[in-house]
């Protein structure tokens, strides 16, 4: 019922920057929590940035606090993340996902509380 798709992944060099979108369909968007996560060949997948039914609460993982910036656009049923200074290290597949809540806050949430899933974005950053 829920679909999610991703895209703007691609290749880029270190200190770069990119912006992944995830538009949404088949549920009432502004009622769902949006995260991202990613995984890297061999490992598992990691929390990334989450961001509040309202757009107005986000949380980042230690990682990427400070170059990544996940907003969100209801009305476009889209969520964004605006990643910059990309390291090696970001490189990974990302994926998005969506949970029903109205919770104010997002940091609390694991990938395990989150019901639906996008197919993922390659991000891969050179050195």
């Known amino acids: 019922q829920v679909q999610l798709v991703e895209s703007g992944g691609g290749l880029v060099q270190a200190g770069g920057s990119l912006r992944l979108s995830c538009a949404s369909s088949?549920?009432?968007?502004?009622?769902?929590?949006m995260g991202w996560f990613r995984q890297a060949p061999g490992t598992e997948r990691e929390f990334v940035s989450a961001?509040?039914?309202?757009?107005?609460?986000?949380y980042y993982a230690d990682s990427v606090k400070g170059r990544f910036t996940i907003s969100r656009d209801n009305a476009k049923n889209t969520v964004y993340l605006q990643m910059n200074s990309l390291k090696s290290e970001d490189t990974a597949v990302y994926y998005c996902?969506?949970?029903?809540?109205?919770?104010?806050?997002?940091?609390?949430?694991?990938?395990?509380?989150?019901?639906?899933w996008g197919q993922g974005t390659q991000v891969t950053v050179s050195s």
């Open positions: 996902a969506a949970v029903r809540t109205t919770a104010q806050a997002v940091g609390h949430f694991s990938e395990f509380d989150y019901d639906y």
């Open positions: 088949g549920h009432t968007f502004t009622n769902y929590a």
């Open positions: 961001i509040n039914w309202l757009g107005d609460s986000t």
